[in-house]
């Protein structure tokens, strides 16, 4: 059976002046990850701060103002018809290449890695997942069926993911590129490309990934620390591994409540309020509030691919898919850092981590999604509008696939 294309946004009849209607339940979720991530950031840096610079308030000013900024980037993302990045994503795609190229020659060095500008203020790799996600998306809802020729699809799509592994992989940071090339493979499967093509593109990818830290010094020292903090935890390096886990061990169920963590002192828990965070969660709220955390990711990938399977074309669809895959994927890859189950690599919690770049990015990201989602719910609001195609179009992605 075929299925037609039907329903680009640009093609479907439209209010000219859009009433701005969100989703609500998205936006709560969102709106509470980033409340307990502003107290749990205070908390975990009140010591370093005052230790470091007399005021226990330093982080948590700072942190506030990137919130308030990044909660009006979201409503000005959400305003914007996502349409439009379609149009914009080969221009943003070249400049997250030129910045990707450019911190590695003049990027600021920090904890032996090249992925800063200005001392550690922007981290270019953050805005730069968000861009590619975009031209990804452009790009497969071009190809339609002829993502399944392999001259068309897997191809392009390889040496594509090639070129940003390599650009990433050099700063080095091995977990961004994860993040990137898993979600674009989601997004190519989502497409409708082949099985045999997926197996190809995660052996390749496993194969890639074995290699550097094979090879890498850095990513090779760090696999050999983590399976060190487990054969000699009290000389281990990887003493971030050994604190995280003492630190979820004394949160036991209910937590030594907010304020209460000795992990986040000085001399514990290296970043307690950034990479680590979860870590303090876990401490000071114990595993209840660890498990909310969990929970409440857990609703945003339900609330994104529900935007995604809603979304008015296969653009909007994709779109929806790698925001809602990269943002969850990062989650979990922080929290299985915290919980021992992977080395360190230095990604951030969405919404709750300490840093302006990724809080920035990740409230706009949500402003997308959140624009995505106003016009399904103008388009289902239509009477000339077809209902439910963007099912049918995942549907067909996952028919007779070979």
């Not at 000085?266 to 209840?288: K, T």
Request: net charge positive.
């Amino acid at each position: 059976m075929t299925i037609a294309k039907q329903g680009s946004p640009r093609a479907a009849k439209r209010k000219k002046t859009p009433t701005y209607h969100y989703d609500w339940g998205l936006l709560t979720i969102v709106m509470s990850l980033l409340a307990i991530g502003l107290v749990m950031v205070f908390s975990a840096s009140y010591a370093q701060s005052l230790n470091g610079f007399a005021t226990p308030y330093r982080f948590i000013i700072r942190q506030s103002m990137w919130a308030g900024l990044a909660v009006c980037g979201l409503f000005v993302m959400a305003r914007i018809d996502y349409a439009k990045w379609e149009q914009f994503s080969i221009p943003l795609m070249g400049l997250a290449l030129l910045t990707l190229l450019a911190v590695i020659t003049i990027g600021s060095e920090t904890y032996g890695s090249k992925r800063t500008f200005f001392g550690g203020s922007v981290q270019p790799s953050e805005p730069a997942k968000v861009a590619i996600i975009m031209y990804v998306s452009a790009w497969l809802a071009s190809k339609g069926r002829k993502i399944r020729d392999v001259r068309v699809g897997l191809l392009p799509f390889s040496v594509l993911m090639g070129i940003i592994t390599v650009l990433i992989v050099i700063q080095p940071d091995i977990s961004t590129a994860l993040i990137i090339v898993t979600t674009a493979s989601i997004m190519l499967f989502i497409s409708g490309a082949k099985l045999n093509q997926l197996l190809v593109v995660a052996v390749g990818g496993a194969g890639t990934f074995a290699l550097v830290i094979r090879y890498s010094t850095y990513a090779g020292g760090r696999v050999e620390r983590f399976i060190n903090a487990f054969q000699n935890p009290l000389q281990s390096e990887e003493w971030q591994t050994v604190q995280s886990i003492q630190a979820m061990i004394n949160g036991q169920i209910f937590g030594v409540g907010v304020g209460n963590s000795t992990a986040k002192l000085p001399g514990y828990l290296p970043v307690s309020w950034s990479d680590n965070i979860f870590a303090i969660i876990g401490e000071e709220l114990g595993l209840l509030g660890a498990l909310l955390v969990i929970f409440l990711f857990a609703l945003f990938a339900y609330r994104g691919l529900r935007i995604a399977l809603n979304a008015p074309d296969n653009f909007g669809m994709l779109l929806a898919t790698g925001i809602t895959s990269m943002l969850v994927l990062q989650a979990i890859l922080n929290i299985a850092v915290v919980v021992a189950v992977a080395p360190a690599t230095g990604v951030t919690l969405p919404f709750i981590s300490y840093g302006g770049s990724s809080l920035v990015t990740a409230l706009g990201a949500v402003g997308i999604l959140l624009s995505i989602s106003r016009y399904s719910e103008q388009l289902a609001g239509s009477r000339n509008a077809p209902r439910n195609i963007a099912y049918a179009r995942f549907n067909f992605g996952w028919r007779d696939r070979g």
